[in-house]
């Protein structure tokens, strides 16, 4: 069950790595190839880990 | 604007691109963000704080480790983490100086170095400034003799930025401290604008001192700062406690008297570590933000009525500039000097003093060239918009 525990932190820093890309890529927010595809891989870390946490508190 | 309990969440810098002076070299790594999330709590960094019960022996999270790697990465035998250049600055004072003893500091000094000075009853005096706004090692050895002639004895310290707040511009202190030794006064090297953002060698430098701001150079969370010296200094400003209690007999261990003990935990602490990887790997690219510097103030001059008040070509990220064409604007101007704040943040821009078209100062360290270059033509652009002559 502390699974749980560990995706939330998962989520929470790759939201956290893409507040970073928005300060990096302000005020335009136009993200390059390479940046595109680390944000894709950020969302989708998160959305694993919330797929988690509600499965898990189901 | 969304919020937190009653408070605006703050999104400055993932709105804006923020050339604020002092907050450019502060702002946080991700890593160190991350580090703030998990070790928030209050006394977080204490879980496995074992015997002796100092701070900087506690092996989980790896703090005794990082105390090494800070006074390794400034070339100095011990380091300490403090709660900001100032409480570094009052360390030292504490420790060196008594009622009567005269310290001197630079004309540009920062106020809590005279505050410092003050707190341990000894008076501070300044040394002047050229016409250039440079602090310089023969001006120094005059206020030194100065003082010796007035006063019947040598100051007891001499406190010295390389690069001030001010103007950004850089002093002449390898100089300075050779001169200091030359009368055998211990020199502080003050490194609020350099350590973290560019190589320090105190070694090398031959300080007795080096202070360091975590918030102002180090990206990292206040209150951080640095305190770095030789084992011969740290007997001195770093001595432990050896009093009692008259009823209780209680002795408090090594605890470090003018530290008060522990300085920074918990989160400020972990995000000055989590940010230190970055920091050790930054500052080997201090060039390139010269460069940046310098090619920003480049396009800035050719805005009619601009002048770089500091030392130009750049040697820091951090400039002072009079800006007498948008100030010429302020004055008909129905917001007065708040137009330029209101048009730089329509083009997402903030930093300069709300209000300040005259004189004011800025800070493009950490931009990439991208908003280097799209704040440099917003500023042209903003002076176009009101008929000034753009080169």
Not at chain 2, 118 to 123: I, N, S, V, Y
Not at chain 2, 175 to 199: C, D, F, Q, R, S
Request: proline share 4%.
């Amino acid at each position: 069950m502390t699974r749980i525990v560990d995706e939330l932190f998962a989520a929470l820093f790759a939201l956290t790595d893409i507040r970073q890309l928005m300060r990096e890529t302000k005020p335009s927010y136009k993200l390059t190839e390479e940046q595109r595809k680390f944000l894709e891989k950020k969302i989708s870390r998160v959305r694993d880990s919330l797929d988690v946490i509600e499965r898990e508190f189901r | 604007m969304g919020k937190t309990a009653n408070l605006d969440i703050r999104e400055r810098e993932e709105k804006y691109i923020n050339i604020q002076p002092i907050q450019a070299a502060g702002r946080l790594t991700a890593d160190a963000m991350k580090a703030i999330i998990a070790y928030g709590d209050g006394y977080s960094t204490c879980d496995l704080c074992l015997k002796p019960f100092r701070l900087d022996f506690i092996k989980k999270p790896p703090i005794a480790d990082f105390y090494t790697e800070l006074a390794e990465f400034v070339n100095m035998d011990v380091a300490r983490v403090m709660p900001g250049a100032r409480r570094a600055f009052q360390a030292v004072a504490l420790a060196l100086l008594r009622r009567g003893d005269i310290a001197l500091i630079s004309s540009l000094g920062h106020y809590t170095l005279a505050l410092a000075i003050e707190e341990a009853g000894a008076e501070w005096r300044e040394i002047p400034k050229n016409e250039d706004n440079i602090l310089t090692a023969e001006a120094t050895a005059e206020k030194i003799e100065r003082v010796k002639r007035e006063n019947g004895k040598l100051p007891k310290l001499i406190a010295m930025h390389h690069f001030d707040y001010q103007y950004g511009n850089e002093h002449e202190i390898r100089e300075i401290i050779k001169i200091g030794h030359e009368y055998g006064i211990p020199v502080l090297y003050n490194g609020a604008y350099t350590i973290g953002v560019m190589e320090v060698d105190g070694k090398k430098l031959g300080a007795d001192f080096l202070v360091g701001s975590g918030h102002k150079s180090m990206a990292s969370p206040a209150p951080t700062g640095v305190l770095a010296m030789d084992e011969e200094w740290a007997k001195v400003v770093l001595r432990t406690t050896d009093a009692r209690g008259d009823i209780t007999g209680r002795k408090f261990g090594i605890k470090e008297v003018h530290l008060l003990g522990c300085t920074v935990m918990g989160a400020p602490l972990l995000g000055m570590m989590a940010s230190f990887p970055h920091v050790r790997e930054r500052v080997k690219h201090w060039g390139e933000e010269v460069k940046k510097s310098n090619y920003f103030i480049k396009e800035m001059l050719k805005i009619e009525g601009t002048k770089c008040l500091s030392e130009y070509p750049r040697r820091h990220t951090l400039t002072r500039v009079f800006t007498g064409g948008f100030d010429k604007v302020a004055k008909t101007h129905k917001k007065g000097g708040f137009f330029l704040t209101k048009e730089l943040s329509k083009r997402r821009i903030t930093g300069p003093f709300p209000g300040a078209t005259k004189e004011w100062k800025l800070n493009t360290y950490g931009l990439t060239w991208e908003q280097v270059r799209y704040t440099a033509n917003a500023f042209k652009e903003i002076a176009e918009a009101y008929g000034l002559r753009v080169e």
